[in-house]
C-alpha cells in the first residue's frame, strides 16, 4: 500500500453514461497526476496537478474527459458519454518535489480504478 | 477495429537465479529514470530510480545501470523470488521546461519466477 487510494477499483457502465472517478493522494504531496494504461501497455500521462492547479493535459483527454482538484487534496476525474474505447485502468500517481532543486520525484501509484464500458 | 493481445518482452527464470531486464527510451533530454513493478490488478510499485548524473544505483536486492550513450537501462534483480514475477516498466522523466514531471512508460517486460 503506497498510501494512495483510488476509489472506485471497479466500475462497470453502459456506453453514454458519465462515471467520476477519486484519487486521495499521500497529505503532504502537492503533485498529482492521472495516467490511463490499455491491456499490454505501460501507463500513459493524462493531466497533471499542482496543489489546484490543473497545469497539463494531455492531447489524449478530449473534451469529455475533466479532472478537477478543488482544495489542493483529493482530484476527480470525470469521463461523460463513455465510449467503449475508454475502458481501461486509470491511475492516480502523487510527488512531493524533492528540495532545494524542486526537480521531480518517486511518483507513488495508487491501485487504479478499472473502467469497462459496455 | 483495435487488436487486442499481450506482445510484452518474457523473461522466465528460476528461482535464486539473477535476471536482467532492459530498457530503450527514447528522449536524450531525459534526467530521471524509474522501475516500477506491477502485480496482475494493481498499479505500478516503485522498485528504484537514477538520476543522469549516475551510471549504477544499488538497493536491496535490485541495481540499476544506465547507459546514455546509448539510452538504454536495465534492471538487475539478485536472487530471484517467485514473489518477484510480474511486469516491470522503466519510466523516463524530464525535468525542466513545460513537462512538469509526467513519466512516459517503457514497453514492459514480463518476469516470471519458477519455484
Known amino acids: 500500500d503506497t498510501g494512495v487510494s483510488q476509489d472506485p477499483r471497479h466500475k462497470i457502465t453502459k456506453r453514454g453514461q458519465n462515471v467520476t472517478f477519486r484519487c486521495d493522494p499521500i497529505s503532504e504531496h502537492n503533485r498529482l497526476y492521472w495516467y490511463r494504461q490499455t491491456l499490454g501497455q505501460g501507463p500513459e500521462f493524462l493531466t497533471y496537478f499542482q496543489n489546484e492547479a490543473q497545469l497539463e493535459k494531455s492531447r489524449l483527454l478530449s473534451d469529455r474527459f475533466s479532472a478537477e482538484r478543488p482544495k489542493g487534496s483529493f482530484s476527480t476525474l470525470e469521463i461523460q458519454r463513455t465510449e467503449q474505447g475508454d475502458s481501461a485502468m486509470y491511475l492516480c500517481?502523487?510527488?512531493?518535489?524533492?528540495?532545494?532543486?524542486?526537480?521531480?520525484?518517486?511518483?507513488?501509484f495508487g491501485p487504479g480504478t478499472r473502467l469497462t464500458v459496455l | 477495429g483495435e487488436s487486442v493481445g499481450l506482445h510484452l518482452p518474457t523473461l522466465s527464470v528460476q528461482e535464486g537465479d539473477n535476471s536482467i531486464i532492459n530498457c530503450a527510451y527514447s528522449n536524450s533530454a531525459s534526467d530521471y529514470f524509474i522501475w516500477y513493478k506491477q502485480e496482475s490488478g494493481k498499479g505500478p510499485q516503485f522498485i528504484i530510480d537514477i538520476r543522469s548524473n549516475m551510471d549504477k544505483r544499488q538497493g536491496q536486492r535490485v541495481t540499476v545501470l544506465l547507459n546514455k550513450t546509448v539510452k538504454h537501462l536495465s534492471l538487475q534483480i539478485a536472487a530471484t523470488q517467485p514473489g518477484d514475477s510480474a511486469v516491470y516498466f522503466c519510466a523516463e522523466n524530464t525535468a525542466g521546461g513545460t513537462s512538469y514531471g509526467k513519466l512516459t512508460f517503457g514497453q514492459g517486460t514480463i518476469l516470471t519466477v519458477h519455484p
Open positions: 500517481a502523487s510527488t512531493f518535489p524533492r528540495p532545494p532543486s524542486g526537480g521531480e520525484d518517486t511518483q507513488y
